[in-house]
């Protein structure tokens, strides 16, 4: 696979870097629900557009691959 291949964020960011910023966001998401800085809704928008920026899923990155 060649890097004209990759989306900017496969391309840019490693997959460890790319997890734990995931991770950190799947965080902080509740503890903003719970002072209500956002709506569970709109939470759950942003978690579903940031795991497609950072493509988290089956085909982007596979949790089991990244130590």
């Known amino acids: 696979m060649t890097t004209e291949d990759l989306n900017p964020a496969e391309r840019y960011l490693t997959p460890a870097t790319r997890k734990w910023i995931y991770q950190i966001s799947i965080a ?36 089991t691959k990244v130590k």
């Open 28 to 63: 902080v998401a509740p503890l903003m629900a719970g002072i209500g800085i956002m709506s569970g809704g709109m939470i759950q928008t942003i978690l579903v557009l940031i795991a497609a920026v950072l493509t988290v899923g089956t085909n982007g990155l596979a949790s």
